[in-house]
């Protein structure tokens, strides 16, 4: 049986967890601009990447810290999966585009 002052600390954590995710939606989704922000942070974080980089293990322990961040904001938003496959086809593109640009030069 958990005391008074653990339900009330208890309490006041889940309201602070609940206002730092309204912040994170506020901040990241409800403007253009953070929804921009959003895009631009997922990509780099190589959410949709492989992480493995064959023979070099603290490259490859690099990378999935970087990609846990973007699983953070990924969480932290709860993107649907309909918002998550057009940053894929964003990166797409973006891919496409540089392949596209080098080969051009």
């Keep these: 049986m958990s005391s008074p002052d653990a339900d009330a ?3 006041a954590r889940a309201a ?3 206002e730092l995710l309204r912040s994170y939606r506020a901040a990241l989704q409800e403007l253009p601009e953070g929804r921009a ?3 631009d942070l997922l990509v780099a974080t190589g ?3 492989v992480s493995h980089v064959s023979g070099d293990s603290h490259e490859t ?3 999935e810290g970087r990609r846990s961040i973007g699983l953070h904001l990924l969480e932290r938003m709860r993107w649907t999966e ?3 496959l ?3 086809r964003q990166r797409s593109a973006s891919t496409v585009a540089a392949v596209t640009e ?3 030069s």
């Design 47 to 49: 959410l949709l990447a």
């Design 16 to 18: 602070r967890q609940g």
């Design 102 to 104: 080098e080969m051009g």
């Design 61 to 63: 322990a690099f990378a």
């Design 86 to 88: 057009a940053l894929a």
């Design 37 to 39: 922000v959003l895009r």
């Design 9 to 11: 600390e208890a309490q």
């Design 82 to 84: 309909m918002e998550l």
